[in-house]
């Protein structure tokens, strides 16, 4: 019997990890906030086996009883949904804290009811860096927490979401009878599954689309961690497969600046507009996936998963001339 379910299965990254369990002989129970959405989540619906094995229920974080259903039968869960914001959030309690921590909370306590077995609990990278008492020139591994308050103080509301949501659960793991384990992935990048943006990809199409950036042709050469979605996706499969999977896993491929990242895109795809002049900015992101690749955890190559994506965005017509940025993201 193996029958998963997936929060938030219309998102970015939970698209991709429905799309692998599907391929694996999975049965999916999927939850999504509006089934009928079909911009949202009409994508989920023509995925390969979608039709024989994939189950959408209504549910939202802040509802216990609608994942208690979602979860029934499940012997394991993997927590994808949280929201992640593209832009300055007014209310971040309303908007970030509660459906990320109380979220977070009504889905371990389903868990326990539904007697589920596991539980695989997506975190952030975000959970990990803000830390300004770790050495700079230092990898940062799973030891190395965000200090919530630092995080306060420069209004980094979605990193104190995901940092109390992350300790609660290894707090909840220590106590309760459920196997539970946290992954912390980099900044995602690679192509959508699904038609409406997310942040995160907002951000890489702003590499190459002027008008998606404040600074025009300048643009702060940002030392930033990525990893593939679709190497994610994997990661998150395999701490949910492997018996010997524990704690928490940091998910990071690589850490680059922008300015050397814009300079692949640009080899392969000449013809786009993308930044000139670079101003300097200190600091660095340099996270340690160790634990994850001695778990058996692989990832592709940067120029890769540049090609997949840009070819995404091309056929997704977000690059053709005259487009305009998109206003709208998928929070
Ligand atoms: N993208 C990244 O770079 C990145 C990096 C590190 C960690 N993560 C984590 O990865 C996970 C997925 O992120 P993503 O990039 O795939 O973002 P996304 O595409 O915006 O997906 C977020 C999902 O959360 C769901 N959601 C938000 N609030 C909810 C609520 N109250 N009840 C039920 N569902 C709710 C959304 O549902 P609707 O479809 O109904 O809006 C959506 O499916 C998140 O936990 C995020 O923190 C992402």
Redesign the pocket.
Known sequence: MNRVCV????????SWVVKLLLSKGYTVHG????PCNEE??GHLKKLKNAEERLHLFK????DYESLCDAFSGCIGVLH?????PGRHVSNPQLELLD?AIL?TQNVLNACLKAKVEKVVV?????AVLWNPEWPSDKEMDESCWTDIKYAKSLDQWYAVS?TLAEIETLEFAKQDDLTVVTI?????IGPML?STI???SLLLLSYIKEEGRSGGVTMENTERPYVDVRDLSEAILLVFENPKSEGRYICSAYSIRTKEFVAKMETVFPEYNYPKIFSEKSGRALLNSKKLINLGWNYRPVEETIVDTVKNYEEAGFLEKGKPFPST???
């Open positions: 929060t938030g299965a219309g998102g970015y990254v939970a939850t999504v906030r509006d949202k989540n549910a939202d974080l802040l994808v949904a949280s929201p992640v459906p979220g997506v975190s952030s990278g975000s995901k912390c992935p980099s900044i995602v699904q997310n942040a995160t993201i998928r929070f």
